[in-house]
């Protein structure tokens, strides 16, 4: 089966930095994948990891445990554009598989 | 601009309509995709065209048929839905190879609304 898990809801204060986890259980792995989903509009790729350790992209970073199924996305220096939901989501065979995603709220 | 172009972006239509939705690349990718987006829910994937050839299909109803002519388009053929088939659809495209993974870019969706 292919279950992935992601808290629901999240809060952060402007400036600050933010966690948001990940665990998974797939009948594949070839890379895990977040995204940035805005109300209304598409999904946009923000970083991926496809060996263990942590990525680095600007104020975002992306970490992968692939032995514990496990990876998060540390958002720093939270902007209020930074409010949406962030998805998780594994490739596996042909398909990317999403979790339900987290919706993160920075408050000023 | 993610390089994914979807129409429309809005459809309300009745029970008995015929509708397509229309999708189109422009990144020279080889894989696409159509996801079903509802609220509350996962993105959960419908249909997977790898080199125009279709590779998987989730389980899906009938009344929803794909068509990929070409490695730059994509279609979703729209025929007596149901009101639980109101959701945004989600068009994506990916560079398939041997080699390293890639992520995949998406559209911005068609909202479609089953009156």
């Known amino acids: 089966g292919q279950n992935i898990d992601q808290p629901t809801e999240m809060t952060a204060t402007e400036g600050a930095i933010v966690q948001i986890n990940c665990t998974y259980q797939?009948?594949?792995?070839?890379?895990l994948f977040w995204y940035q989903q805005h109300a209304a509009e598409a999904p946009t790729f923000l970083s991926y990891n496809v060996l263990d350790g942590l990525e680095e992209k600007g104020r975002f970073s992306s970490f992968l445990s692939r032995s514990k199924g496990y990876s998060y996305l540390l958002l720093k220096e939270l902007q209020m554009k930074d409010s949406a939901s962030y998805l998780c989501a594994v490739k596996s065979g042909q398909n990317f598989v999403f979790g339900p995603g987290t919706r993160l709220s920075v408050l000023p | 601009e993610t390089g994914v172009t979807q129409t429309p972006r809005h459809l309300v239509m009745g029970m008995t309509n015929k509708k397509s939705l229309k999708c189109e690349q422009h990144?020279?990718?080889?894989?696409m995709y159509w996801y079903k987006q509802s609220a509350k829910k996962p993105l959960e994937l419908m249909f997977v065209?790898?080199?125009?050839?279709?590779?998987e299909n989730n389980s899906v109803p009938s009344r929803f048929s794909p068509e990929c002519p070409n490695s730059s388009h994509l279609f979703l053929h729209l025929h007596t839905l149901q009101p639980e088939d109101s959701a945004l659809y989600l068009c994506?495209?990916?560079?398939?190879?041997?080699?390293?993974?890639?992520?995949?870019?998406f559209g911005q969706g068609t909202r479609l609304t089953v009156v």
């Open positions: 994506a495209s990916s560079q398939e190879s041997m080699g390293p993974t890639n992520p995949a870019f």
């Open positions: 797939t009948s594949g792995f070839n890379g």
């Open positions: 990144l020279g990718h080889n894989a």
């Open positions: 065209y790898n080199f125009k050839e279709q590779t």
